[in-house]
Each structure stands twice: as C-alpha cells, then as structure tokens.
C-alpha cells in the first residue's frame, strides 16, 4: 500500500513540475491560466459588471465546477476601490424545516442560476491605504463585490487565485 502511494506521489509530482515552468509571464492585462486537472492558478484584471441585485457590481473570479467538487485555496488582490469577498457555498433549503427557519433564520443567501447560494461575505483589511489583500477560501466559487456601504460602484481588480478541486466528503 505504501509502496502504491509512493508511485502516485512521484507520478503527480512528474506530471506537475514540469507544468509549473510553462507558466510565464505575460501583459497585466492579459488572462494567466494554468490548469491540471483538479488544481488551477488564473491571474488576471477584470472590470466589474453589475450583479444580480441593483447597486451591485461583481467580477467571478473562480467559477463554479459543474462536477460536484468545491475550491480551496488562496486569493491575493487589488482593486481599485474598497471590494467584498463573496465565497458561495451550495445552501439546501430542504435541510432546514419552516419551524427551524422561525427559531435559528437563515443564512445571507441568494438564487444564483438554478440553485440557492449561501454566501459568506468579507471585508478584509490589508492594513494600508491601499484596496488589497489575501485569504485562504474553501466554497464553490469567488466574486469580488461592492454593494450597500461600500457603494457599489464600478471597480477594476487585478488577483491571482491558486486552487484545487476536492470532493466533497
């Protein structure tokens, strides 16, 4: 068994190493995309667009797998005004009776195609004057946000994001 784990560490590790020296730089303005099966790096600059509600404005920056795996990973940035973090997580509005609905409430959700989305929204502070920052995620897809108190205004965001796809167990 040790033996069979060992050969498919090395076979992952030869079959990414070599991938990793492919990805070169390019202009700013240009997509970076670097993809291995369940494991992907995108660096880019985006402009916002509005979102689904008035006031919003959203970029995607890590879409949705349609193959029932989740992201994790890390997302550093910088945008050109003060922006959100939405990390969505898929929300089964079955799991929860009305009567538990009255007693606990829900979660900030939201339709999101054909599905419900639980969101987690943050704000994190870089700490500068600055409009950046970095953190670790786990859900089914990132967006950049502006909405409410932040404005909703029109932004440019610059990121990378390195993540892998991983089963939900």
Do not use: C
């Not at 068994?1 to 730089?25: D, E, S, Y």
């Not at 291995?36 to 970029?59: A, E, M």
Request: charged share 15%; hydrophobic share 40%; aromatic share 8%.
């Amino acid at each position: 068994m040790v033996l069979k784990n060992m050969k498919m560490v090395i076979l992952a590790v030869a079959l990414l190493v070599p991938g990793l020296f492919l990805f070169t730089w390019s202009s700013p303005a240009s997509a970076q995309v670097e993809e291995f099966s369940n494991y992907t790096i995108i660096q880019d600059t985006k402009t916002s667009t509005p979102g689904l509600n008035d006031g919003h404005q959203i970029v995607m920056a890590l879409s949705p797998r349609d193959d029932g795996s989740i992201w994790r990973g890390d997302i550093t940035w910088t945008a050109s005004k003060p922006v959100e973090i939405a990390v969505l997580h898929g929300y089964n509005s079955s799991a929860v009776s009305s009567q538990s609905l009255l007693q606990f409430g829900e979660p900030l959700k939201q339709k999101f195609g054909n599905a419900e989305v639980a969101i987690s929204l943050m704000k994190p502070e870089s700490g500068t004057s600055y409009t950046s920052g970095s953190i670790p995620f786990v859900g089914n897809a990132v967006v950049f946000h502006t909405a409410g108190a932040i404005g909703g205004e029109p932004f440019t965001v610059t990121y990378t994001v390195a993540a892998s796809a991983e089963k939900i167990t």
